[in-house]
């Protein structure tokens, strides 16, 4: 209950008991004087909201895992401990491993050794098949110039032979049309010892050809010898990783996998939250500790069936702690999860508990006396008005036709107060106040509240108790 009600219940519970003990004595007709309570008009904020509550927690909640079966040699934190990203947690003894590992790795660097011999000697007898086809093909080349130049020759020559029989037969024909017998017999002889030489050389240039052609199958016959030979030599070297046994190298990497994970290191900057493994023991479970991040703070809560309809993303909401007294801070709902859920469980302790709806509460930054695990209880603001009139909602009377008022207490020369009716409108209803709107009513006016119970109606003469203002109106409390 809000604890200005309590206030102002308590002080009419006591006037009312003074008052009915001296209507024993007085008689009935003086209860008619009963003071009734006051509150003074101003203008505050007002609010609807829901309660929840919830343990603070850390944004992110990371278990560290590890499946090393050993002692743990060295343990580095403990509950409540800060740690970064990187930090070392604990040291797991990897004694054992790493003796595999050595002994493995000889075995390993042994075979290695033997088979770069073997790959040293594959790369010597490629690039040895390689200058071979070097030598190969220069020579094949040179025997190709040679037939080359042979056969030019030889055709050079038949042409030169050609042209010299030609020309003595021009000489012949010359000499006979001349009547000169004796020269043209001589030419004569001399043109037949030239086309037998010519025929001669004509039927041997086929020869040359042949050998042209043959130098050149030759250089052919080398590439192709050469380049065979350079293909099984790179496929030697090729099947060299075939001959490569990769257990060994598998069993070093699984070996080294399982060094490396003897050192556990945090995932993440945080608070170490749980701990389940102790220095010189063996784990018994996978999960060796909780790291929760403090960078952000947050709430998770359970929201009332009938409320959970009323919860939106982005509400911002008001935190309290018993630990921090009355100390507020500030958040906003960020997440609504609107499926009815069968159980929770308190990422803190570990607890569960029945299911239902639930939020989850972001804390803005700067909450620095929230610690993870404090319980804490949360304002959801679903609504608020800010510097609006505002009265308690048991100054407000409903009348007949559906309007609404409110009653000053104005002052009725020396016989005490009057009830004025002021008409109102209503705006936002809250837990207590209620806002409203009208222009005869202002800040500093004394207003009658529980006016139902006391019958107040337009220009009552009343008796009126101490006017009393909400300290917490301003928390729209």
Known sequence: MNKSIILRTAAALSISAALLCGAASCGVSD?????????????????????????????????????????VKTLNVGVGSAVKAGDVLCVFDSADFQEQYDKLKETATNTDERLDNIHNKNVRALQ?????????????????????????????????????????????????????????????????????????????????????????????????????????????????????????????DALQEKIDACTVK??????????????????????????????????????????????????????????????EFSGKVERVVNIMSGQTTNAFTGEQSGGGYSAEIVIDKGADNLLIGMTAKAKIILDKKENVLAVPYDSIKENEDGTFSVFIAEKNGDKGYKAKEVKIEKGMETNYLTEISSSDLSDGDVILTDVKSNDVFDGKEVTVAEPYTDPDTDKGE
């Open 31 to 71: 209860l008619i004087n009963i003071p009734i309570q006051t509150y003074t008009v101003e203008h505050t904020d007002v609010e609807n909201y829901i309660s929840v509550s919830g343990t603070v927690e850390g944004s992110n909640i990371v278990k560290v895992t590890s499946d090393v079966v050993s002692k």
């Open 266 to 327: 945090s995932p993440k900057d945080g608070i170490i939250t749980s701990l389940s493994i102790a220095e010189g023991s063996v784990a018994t479970s996978d999960a060796l500790m909780t790291i929760e991040d403090t960078t952000e703070l947050r709430i998770n809560v359970k929201i009332q069936e009938a409320d959970i309809l009323k919860v939106k993303e982005g509400q911002s909401a008001v935190i309290t702690t018993t630990a921090t007294g009355e100390e």
């Open 128 to 252: 040895d098949a390689k200058n071979n086809k070097t030598d190969s093909l220069r020579r094949a080349q040179r025997a190709i110039d040679n037939a080359v130049s042979a056969r030019d020759s030889a055709y050079s020559k038949y042409n030169s032979l050609g042209s010299e029989m030609n020309g003595y037969y021009a000489q012949y024909s010359d000499a006979y049309d001349a009547g000169d017998m004796e020269s043209a017999e001589y030419y004569l002889k001399l043109y037949e010892g030239a086309k037998e030489q010519y025929e001669m050389a004509g039927s041997s240039l086929s020869s040359y050809d042949s050998a042209v052609q043959e130098a050149r199958d030759a250089y052919s016959d080398a590439e192709k010898m050469a380049d065979e030979a350079i293909r099984l030599a790179q496929e030697t070297i090729d099947d060299e990783k075939y001959n490569k046994d990769s257990t060994v190298q598998n069993e070093l």
